[in-house]
């Protein structure tokens, strides 16, 4: 059984990956959502030979939510634009260890990646290879011991929120790259991609998706205080 399906027309489908799934190939060998999607795909609508399915974007292995698949090269095109010009909002929510000092802000740094640790580092402006990172934060819920963290992604980085939230002393759950002390039994960790919103690349209609996060005791905790 495919992940849960959020939207699927001719032209996308956008599912909810689970923590652990790999979108693409690697250098490994292990089975990938994209082949998933494939065959769901084939076997659904009964299509012989290969199925096309373009990668628009990623997420980090560990982490869950909404990801967009075309199913076209024309729609592959112009959602490639789309995301190109940041005409998209991304809309992500991080559960961490420690309460910010400020309830919301505005995080700008100069990200440098480590290919071989495969970890991203905060630089400085004018560094070889050291990108822009921006993204809004805001305190949205907390536990007894955890936060609950909206994040608007501006830029697409690298580990940006992993790396950017460690700054702030707010490692996210089970994120032991970044500080958090402890795995989680998935190996995956508390960051997820909530919402993300942009124009249908052929229809030019608005579309608004919102993924369920995983259910586990603590996002459900998160999901049972915040308003419906």
Not at 45 to 67: E, Q, T
Request: hydrophobic content about 35%.
């Amino acid at each position: 059984m495919v992940n849960q399906i959020l939207f699927e027309d001719n032209h996308i489908i956008i599912v909810n990956k689970n923590p652990g799934d790999i979108v693409q190939e690697d250098i490994g060998r292990d089975r990938t959502l994209r082949d998933d999607i494939k065959d769901y795909i084939k076997k659904k609508y009964g299509k012989p030979g290969s199925v096309f399915l373009g990668i628009v974007h990623r997420l980090d292995r560990p982490v869950s939510g909404a990801i967009i698949f075309a199913r076209t090269s024309k729609s592959l095109s112009r959602l490639n634009k789309i995301f190109r010009h940041r005409e998209v909002e991304k809309i992500y929510w991080a559960v961490v260890d420690n309460e910010p000092k400020e309830p919301e802000g505005t995080l700008v740094h100069f990200l440098k990646k480590d290919e071989n640790k495969n970890k991203a580092y905060i630089s400085k402006e004018g560094v070889d290879g050291a990108v822009r990172a921006e993204l809004k934060y805001k305190l949205i819920a907390k536990s007894d011991k955890y936060c609950l963290l909206e994040v608007e992604l501006f830029t697409g980085r690298h580990h940006q929120i992993r790396v950017q939230l460690a700054t702030l002393n707010c490692h996210i759950k089970g994120d032991l790259k970044y500080g958090f002390p402890r795995s989680n039994p998935n190996a995956g960790i508390h960051l997820h991609a909530r919402k993300i919103v942009f124009t249908h690349p052929v229809r030019n209609e608005p579309v608004t998706i919102i993924a369920p996060p995983p259910d586990d005791p603590l996002w459900n905790y998160f999901m049972s205080i915040l308003p419906s």
